[in-house]
């Protein structure tokens, strides 16, 4: 008798705990806004091109490189709160006014920083400097390869910057 009341004891706290734990979750999964030091609302930040198409990129030819340029077309400065990349082959580095952050990785596993803290104000272009290297895979990385930027600004969903590279032996 006594073991079915601690069986039964423990059941119900375990369901307690699970319980508390799916509601206190649910609580955080409100979207969040940029947050500017002043305390204004979020601007819109743009990008003239999401995609891009390296071509045929040799494994032995070296890092290559593009830059997208993205603007803040709104009367509101906007805070980049992270940069992160798809892949450890792939890093991103910002640039603002000749100011240049990064490099940015791919997050946790040892890609380099993604938390980044940018201030892009209204009107401002931002250059983002993506470099790949076909190498990173080794052989095996031989063939179409897709890799992708993310810039994280608060809105619901991050930038999206993208390319393509077929990589050739």
């Known amino acids: 008798m006594n073991s079915i009341k601690t069986i ?14 799916i509601w206190f979750n649910g609580k955080n999964n409100q979207p969040q806004t940029a947050t500017i030091n002043n305390g204004g609302a979020s ?5 003239t091109e999401t995609d891009y198409d390296f071509g045929n990129i040799g494994i032995k030819n070296g890092l290559v490189n593009h830059e997208y340029v993205l603007e803040n077309k709104s009367d509101k400065m906007i ?6 990349t798809s892949c450890m082959c792939t890093s991103a580095k910002v640039i603002i006014g000749g100011k240049t952050y990064g490099p940015f990785g791919m997050p946790g596993h040892g890609g380099g920083f993604t938390k980044a803290g ?3 104000n209204p009107r ?16 095996a990385g031989i063939g179409e390869v897709l890799r992708e930027i993310y810039i994280n600004t608060g809105a619901d969903e991050p930038i999206v910057l993208g390319f393509k590279v077929n990589v050739t032996p």
């Open 43 to 47: 601007g819109i930040l743009t990008a």
């Open 79 to 84: 805070k980049i709160s992270e940069v992160s």
């Open 124 to 139: 401002e272009k931002v250059v983002v400097n993506a470099t790949f290297d076909p190498a990173a895979h080794g052989p």
């Open 8 to 21: 039964t004891l423990s059941l119900i706290l375990f369901a307690a705990v699970i319980g508390a734990l």
């Open 118 to 120: 940018i201030i892009v």
